[in-house]
């Protein structure tokens, strides 16, 4: 019973107090409503009402002062008091209710009653200093009490109008001049680390502000309603194919079947959608709630995330950079952002390019020489896959021919030109040129991505990463992580009294050294050596690979340029060559092994080009065993600089010593240039990101750190990096705890031998562009979850969010460079958008830009930029002899035209000129023999004036329009935004189903 008794004792004693309080507080409420004074003064701060307003006339304020008194006194005996009473005999029943009902002994109640009169005087003292408090100020107010003319704020009103000019004039001078100081200090701070510029043009402190925040930094963007719904249509794609799949008892396979799981890159979207019978009644639930949601969602645009100063800095460098007048890019090593004269740079990148040891120009076109290549490799994929050394589907994922013959209409086999482009070495030049504003040496990469041979790349890059691995297994470095595991595995088998130095080496240019032929020839050496890959698999991409380093060509200055020397930088199979050419030279043609001087080598490791090591002899030995390195492998044009030897090394980002242990020790190594720039916070990023970026860093910190020592002055400078971006210190202290868990797991699974059991969720994944109100859709997805379980099964429902535009896609311009500098076309008075051919059948077709062009009552405009002749466009069709209709029916109901509905409208897409896609659909209105349109079913715009204007079947019935320009990829979606934001596939032309 003790504790139970315990427990009441408890009880009682905080009823006991509050009825001590509350009968205080009721002496107290006794005391204030019969004193005058304390009625006018704070003491009771809750007491209403409250009047802040003074009035300007004396006898009113004290009016208001005396009703106000009056007031409170009432408010105090009507509601305060009678409030407080009803409170204490409320808590005097349930004290004597529970004395009763627990028969408490009297010890208990004694204790009880003396905790409340405790509570109560102590209260009551308290209430009493306070009352003494508000009648001190009260005499202190009325000894002080002053004449009106004494008053300050009185004597301030009356000080000369000059002298506050004068005042307010000094101080916006200070306030100017603290400005100028903080930004002549924050801009020199940027100069030195984080933006260099290095023409003769003056770059104003606003454009250092703007850039400083980094490339990768992102302005605000309000969420287009029409990419949402674009993007929600696709996530429903997937749904309704899985569960087309599931229900079919087919194996998971999603509607993109054209692709493999040794290639994942050549992936083949797909616009198909399952059958529509196929879609059950809960996906169609699942569609008209997520479609209606996207369709109340307000998305209201942000607040921008720069300054006034910034965004006059952004306005700035982008005309600079429009005209050409400069030239921004980031430094090839140390993520700096350099400026440079816009001629500069293109007066570099010539000279490297026609370097005639280096590049020679081919007398083609660059369409003609786009179209010979792809013919080229059409005819070696499809002569491998008649000698069965490739098979159906890599033909179709290589070239996109089908087994019929025809090929792929997917915007992945639209090839783009292949160009060059500079990286600057700033990390090359000392401190002094870097002063003197000299340009630094460069590196030229072949941008070949979506080129003619970039799936050809992508197909042979697999085979060869996993044949150059095992070829050079005993030197292979894959990574910095992979280094330290070697560097561990060392140090144990180091002996305590042994003595050895540390070695670097580097190769000289290695990609531009390399010929095709000596990276052939390794080649074969290495296929030679292979045991995992049949023979018709080496076989093929040995001959691809072949096609590939000896067809790979650039277009600079509308001129094609082919390599005569080297392999190409910036190819998907470059390194994998490196990798097979630094083992066959040194290992098989040079037999290195075999010299002398290999006794002295402990160890030799290699990351491409830079090779790492243990040495066993002096440093004279090491330089002559560097001398007959460099004479050996002269003839084959390989020659090896920057070497290190001693008991410090800097290698890849590590800085690697012997300590006094004799074992090998590394630390995180940063070359002087480096900006330490990452993403500011006020990028319009996900939250979650930032908070990513500072766990990532901090893991490489560690990672990169075998001392705590340098440890902890590692992790001190990126916390000041980071908080320089504009990381709050307090949230970086409470990541830092858990990077350091993080750690020791990703060690303890390194080193364990257990495989991991975690399970694998097969994924849904919903793709769209990040914006303000993302968390709102993530919600409600997740409400669906359960329908999507039950429709497809249990999968995760995860958000890829893209990134909007950021400041290296506004500013950067390296494909514009490699066109060379180009005059800005003047304004002419063009008609509308022909191209002005004398043949062409489109030109009579198009709109006039007077033209009024509305589509279910939206206004709409084209672009003057456009032509008969552009690619990558969506164009509009509109029926002029439907607008004739929608002129009759709104004469006869006496309204606007544009309140009249008529379905008249198309927009389309192309990614062939402008004109050859109206050929298409001209083609689609022919008549055969018989009078007939056997065709009509294949064009919207055939179909609609075979159902409403046969008598005059002819697409001279419509106006054509151009309307936007994008990328090759972007057409669907562009398309999309047209087609929903006109509400053409309700109301138009779009919603006519055609055959393909």
Same mark, same amino acid.
């Given at each position: 019973?003790?504790? /139970? ?7 009682? /004693? ?47 304020? @004290? ?35 529970? *004395? ?21 005087? #102590? ?98 963007? *309000? ?37 493999? $799981? ?92 026609? +370097? ?50 025809? !090929? ?131 076989? *093929? ?67 491409? #080009? ?13 330089? !002559? ?87 902890? /002055? ?5 916390? +000041? ?22 750690? !020791? ?48 099964? @249990?999968?995760?429902?995860?958000? %890829? ?39 062409? /059948? ?20 084209? #672009? ?12 509009? %069709? ?15 109901? $006496? ?27 001209? $083609? ?73």
């Amino acid at each position: 019973m003790a504790p /139970k008794c315990k427990g009441v004792e408890h009880r009682m /004693k905080e009823l006991g107090k509050k009825i001590g309080n509350r009968e205080a507080q009721v002496e107290l409420l006794n005391c204030v409503s019969e004193d005058n004074e304390l009625l006018g003064t704070r003491i009771l701060s809750s007491i209403q009402p409250k009047i802040g307003k003074k009035f300007q006339y004396k006898d009113l304020e @004290d009016k208001k002062n005396s009703i106000l008194k009056q007031a409170r006194a009432e408010f105090i005996k009507q509601c305060a008091k009678v409030e407080a009473e009803r409170e204490i005999t409320g808590l005097q029943l349930r004290y004597n209710k529970l *004395a009763k009902d627990r028969h408490v002994s009297n010890s208990t109640l004694e204790s009880a009653n003396q905790c409340r009169l405790l509570i109560k005087c #102590d209260v009551q003292n308290r209430h009493q200093n306070k009352i003494n408090f508000h009648k001190q100020s009260v005499i202190q107010r009325k000894r002080l009490r002053v004449t009106p003319s004494d008053n300050k704020r009185k004597r301030v009103r009356e000080k000369p109008k000059e002298d506050k000019r004068r005042l307010n004039r000094e101080y916006k001078k200070r306030q100017k001049e603290r400005k100028n100081e903080w930004m002549k200090d924050k801009v020199s701070s940027i100069k030195n680390s984080s933006v260099r510029n290095l023409p003769d043009i003056e770059i104003p402190d606003i454009v250092y502000l703007y850039l400083s925040k980094g490339l990768g930094f992102i302005h605000s963007t *309000a969420g287009s309603k029409e990419d949402l719904l674009f993007d929600a249509k696709e996530f429903l794609r997937k749904i309704a194919w899985k569960a087309y799949f599931r229900n079919n008892g087919s194996s998971e396979e999603t509607e993109d079947d054209e692709v493999d $799981s040794l290639h994942p890159d050549l992936r083949i979207p797909s616009r198909k959608h399952p059958p529509t019978e196929a879609k059950s009644a809960m996906f169609k639930d699942i569609e008209a709630r997520l479609l209606c949601f996207l369709g109340t969602l307000d998305l209201k645009k942000p607040r921008s995330n720069l300054t006034p100063a910034e965004e006059r800095g952004k306005g700035w460098i982008r005309r600079r950079v429009k005209e050409q007048q400069l030239f921004v890019t980031r430094a090839d090593k140390g993520g700096a952002i350099l400026i440079l004269n816009f001629q500069d740079a293109l007066e570099a990148t010539r000279q490297e390019v026609m +370097d005639i040891e280096k590049f020679e120009c081919i007398k083609q076109k660059p369409t003609e020489r786009m179209d010979s290549i792809r013919k080229k490799v059409n005819k070696k994929v499809l002569t491998l896959e008649e000698t069965n050394k490739l098979s159906a589907k890599d033909r179709l994922l290589i070239t996109g021919i089908t087994d019929k013959g025809g !090929m792929k209409h997917s915007p992945v086999f639209r090839s783009t030109v292949p160009f060059p482009y500079p990286l600057f070495k700033i990390h090359k030049c000392t401190p002094q040129q870097i002063e003197d504003k000299v340009i630094p040496p460069l590196r030229l990469v072949h941008s070949t991505r979506n080129g003619p041979l970039y799936r050809v790349e992508k197909w042979c890059s697999p085979v060869l990463t996993s044949i150059s691995r095992e070829y050079c297994k005993n030197e292979f470095l894959l990574d910095t992580p992979d280094l330290i595991q070697q560097l561990e595995a060392l140090n144990r088998e180091i002996d305590p009294n042994e003595k050895f130095l540390l070695f670097t080496l580097d190769v000289v240019a290695l990609y531009p050294s390399i010929s095709v032929d000596m990276a052939l020839e390794a080649m074969d050496h290495a296929f030679s050596c292979d045991g995992n890959h049949d023979e018709d698999t080496r076989t *093929a991409v040995k001959e691809l690979s072949e096609l590939i380093l000896k067809e790979s060509f650039v277009v600079f200055e509308d001129r094609v340029y082919k390599g005569k020397k080297g392999i190409p930088t910036g190819n998907c199979i470059s390194r994998q060559c490196a990798d097979f050419t630094m083992h066959w030279l040194l290992f098989v043609m040079l037999k290195i092994t075999d010299w002398n001087f290999w006794k002295c080598v402990a160890e030799w490791k290699r990351f491409i #080009d830079d090779i790492f090591g243990k040495w066993r002899g002096s440093a004279h030995q090491f330089q !002559m065993f560097i001398n007959k390195l460099n004479e050996e492998s002269k003839p084959y044009g390989i020659q090896f600089a920057d070497a290190q030897i001693g008991t410090k090394v800097h290698y890849l980002d590590l800085t690697i010593y012997i300590d006094d242990d004799n074992e090998i020790q590394y630390s995180l190594y940063r070359k002087e240039t480096d900006a330490r720039q990452y993403l500011n916070t006020g990028s319009f990023h996900p939250t979650s990101v930032f908070r990513s970026v500072a766990f990532s860093q901090m893991l490489r910190i560690i990672s990169r750190n075998s001392r705590e020592e340098t440890l902890i /002055k590692d992790m001190k400078e990126l916390r +000041d990096d980071l908080m320089r971006c504009g990381h709050s210190e307090g949230k970086l202290l409470e990541i830092e705890p858990k990077a350091v868990l993080r750690s !020791m797991e990703n060690y303890a699974r390194t080193n364990s031998d257990v495989p991991s059991e975690d399970e694998v969720k097969e994924t849904l994944v919903f793709t769209t562009k990040f914006f303000r109100e993302v968390d709102k859709l993530k919600a409600f997805v997740r409400g669906l979850n359960l329908d999507i379980k039950r429709l497809v099964g @249990d999968v995760r429902v995860i958000f %890829a969010l893209k990134k909007n535009t950021n400041i290296q896609q506004t500013v950067t311009m390296n494909r514009r460079l490699s066109q060379g500098r180009t005059d800005i076309p003047a304004i002419t008075s063009k008609r509308n958008q022909g191209c002005g051919g004398t043949r062409c /059948k489109t030109c009579p077709l198009l709109f006039d830009f007077d033209d009024e062009i509305r589509v279910n009552g939206q206004r709409l405009h084209l #672009d003057p930029k456009l032509s008969c002749n552009s690619k990558n466009i969506v164009y509009l %069709a509109q029926c002029i002899a439907c607008q004739g209709k929608r002129s009759k029916i709104a004469g006869e109901l $006496s309204i606007p035209e544009e309140q009249v509905l008529v379905e008249d409208t198309y927009f389309g897409q192309t990614i062939s000129e402008g004109r050859a896609r109206m050929n298409g659909h001209r $083609s689609a209105f022919k008549r055969d023999r018989s009078g007939n349109f056997p065709d009509h079913a294949k064009s919207a715009l055939a179909q609609h004036c075979y159902d409403h204007h046969q008598q005059n079947m002819d697409i001279k019935n419509f106006k054509i329009g151009f309307v936007k320009c994008c990328k090759v990829f972007d057409l669907d979606r562009e398309e999309a935004k047209f087609i929903s934001k006109y509400r053409t596939e309700i109301s138009g032309l779009n919603r006519i189903k055609v055959i393909r």
